[in-house]
Every structure is written in C-alpha cells, then in structure tokens.
C-alpha cells in the first residue's frame, strides 16, 4: 500500500490551498488517516486526523477552525482544507495511515512523501 500526497505549493497569508492524499488500496474502518507537517529545524507534528470508518476528525490546537480534514471513502483519498494560512503553517506536510489515534509519528507506519506547503507574509 502506498499513499501520494499532493496540492501543496505557495501562498500568501490569508490564502487556501487544499491537501489530498490517495491510497493505491482501500482503507479499513479501523483505519486513521492524519496529516502531520514538518517546518525546517523542527520535529515533526500532528495537525489533524480522521477516522476513516466513522468520519470523526480531531485537530491541533493551532490549526482548529482553519484546517479540515475530510475522507472520500470510494476514491480512497483524504484531504486537508487549509484556510486562514500563516506564515507559521509553512512546513512539509504528510499524511499517514494508522491503526488507531495517535498524536506521535512513531505510531504511523505507512506514510506518504510530503508535500510542500509555503506561505508569505
């Protein structure tokens, strides 16, 4: 199973862009796809995951009532929507399947290759 990231690229602050991630195989409900970002010099972080059997979404403080996170179960695919970006929210970002919530990378196993996100002041 392999997943590809992508819809990163440049904005200015203010500005949307939105994440997908595709898996080449099907999830199961037991499934949590998350997304986690890495900014240069800094340990990788958890942003938001989702559920992918019952939809239910959690999130970083920081990122709360700008980013979403949304699953197409037949297309096999999860987005992130990130609204309201900052300059601080430019990092790579991945995505991840794991087979339960976690908040550490340690506990994902299968990831995808990044995606770059960056964002002018």
């Known amino acids: 199973v392999q997943l590809q990231a992508s819809g990163g690229g440049s904005v200015q602050a203010g500005g949307s862009l939105r994440l997908s991630c595709a898996a080449s195989?099907?999830?199961?409900?037991?499934?949590?796809m998350a997304w986690f970002r890495q900014a240069p010099g800094k340990e990788r972080e958890f942003v938001a995951a989702?559920?992918?059997?019952?939809?239910?979404?959690y999130y970083a403080e920081s990122v709360k009532g700008r980013f979403t996170t949304s699953r197409d179960r037949a297309e096999n695919t999860v987005y992130l929507q990130m609204n309201s970006l900052k300059p601080e929210d430019t990092a790579v970002y991945y995505c991840a399947r794991g087979n339960g919530l976690a908040y550490a990378p340690a506990e994902y196993k299968l990831w995808g290759q990044g995606t770059q996100v960056t964002v002018s002041s």
């Open positions: 989702i559920r992918w059997g019952s939809g239910r979404t």
């Open positions: 195989a099907r999830a199961f409900s037991s499934h949590v």
